[in-house]
């Protein structure tokens, strides 16, 4: 898990120094990335806010990055070719904008299932139509894109469009690619409620940049060792009345480990270290509730 600490501009500005936004301390990590790992394939999965032109010409040519896409973004076709005069052109005529794609009916729409981000869940039908273009803003690096836009026949969410700097990858790709985003935001979440990210007692920026990246691997040794070992520790979700879960989470996965090292240590006969005493249904009781302490 690699992280960066990114202070905000109130705190640099009351510190006295000069503020890096989100983007471009995102840059410098993933061409980081880069150098540590020159001959393998990188994706960056990101959200709106690192829909930067900046970030993604700078990027573009060492890894594939998709992010989302304003549905009134300035596209342009390619310039032409041979060129009309002795001018550099950079781009050509405008297309029209994904947000009036929505509703012209020249837009050629296919209709494929959405895998469902949990797995327990049956997907959903989309609409999905794509295309390439030249996404350019004034003052800005014009930076070549797939897009791919989405509506939902059923209306469960609003039409949106994503980007992927590689024209090659197929549109179904990029929309699964972007799907797999939804188990790290789970993973802050967990990592929130049961490791404690954001919630240390230490402020310091030294603490929180120690801190922060081994909670992030604390959540990754847990998830592994019991994945791994899924077969003998019998991993099952807790399920309540009001609250069907039919696949464990990382609640369920922190606490079988827990007991797994709690509970067989406190019922294991000194004198017979090879069997195992049936512990009494207080004990058992205690043990569960501290295994799902938060």
Not at 264 to 282: C, F, I, K
């Amino acid at each position: 898990m690699l992280s960066a600490l990114v202070p905000s501009r109130a705190w640099c500005e009351a510190q006295g120094r000069h503020y890096r936004p989100t983007t471009t301390w995102a840059r410098a990590i993933l061409l980081r990335l880069h150098r540590w790992l020159p001959d393998r394939p990188l994706v960056a999965v990101m959200d709106g806010e690192f829909a930067a032109l900046t970030l993604l010409d700078a990027v573009s040519p060492h890894m594939v990055a998709i992010t989302r896409l304003r549905l009134d973004a300035r596209l342009f076709d390619p310039p032409p070719d041979p060129p009309l005069s002795l001018r550099q052109v950079m781009k050509g005529a405008r297309q029209p904008s994904l947000r009036s794609r929505l509703t012209d009916k020249a837009t050629i729409w296919r209709r494929a299932v959405q895998p469902s981000r949990t797995r327990w869940r049956s997907g959903g039908w989309i609409d999905y139509a794509s295309g390439t273009a030249l996404w350019h803003h004034q003052g800005k690096p014009i930076v070549p894109i797939l897009w791919v836009m989405v509506r939902y026949p059923d209306g469960r969410r609003d039409p949106e469009a994503f980007l992927c700097t590689d024209l090659s990858v197929p549109p179904r790709t990029v929309l699964e690619w972007f799907n797999r985003r939804w188990a790290m935001e789970t993973t802050y979440e967990e990592s929130r409620a049961h490791l404690g990210i954001e919630t240390q007692r230490q402020w310091a920026d030294p603490a929180v940049f120690r801190t922060a990246p081994l909670l992030f691997g604390l959540y990754s040794l847990i998830t592994l060792y019991v994945h791994q070992n899924a077969d003998r520790l019998a991993l099952s979700p807790r399920r309540a009345i009001w609250y069907p879960k039919p696949a464990p989470t990382f609640a369920d996965t922190l606490a079988r480990l827990r007991q797994h090292l709690w509970f067989e240590q406190a019922v294991m006969s000194p004198a017979e270290g090879d069997m195992l005493r049936t512990p009494p249904p207080l004990l058992r009781r205690l043990v569960d509730v501290a295994c799902y302490a938060p």
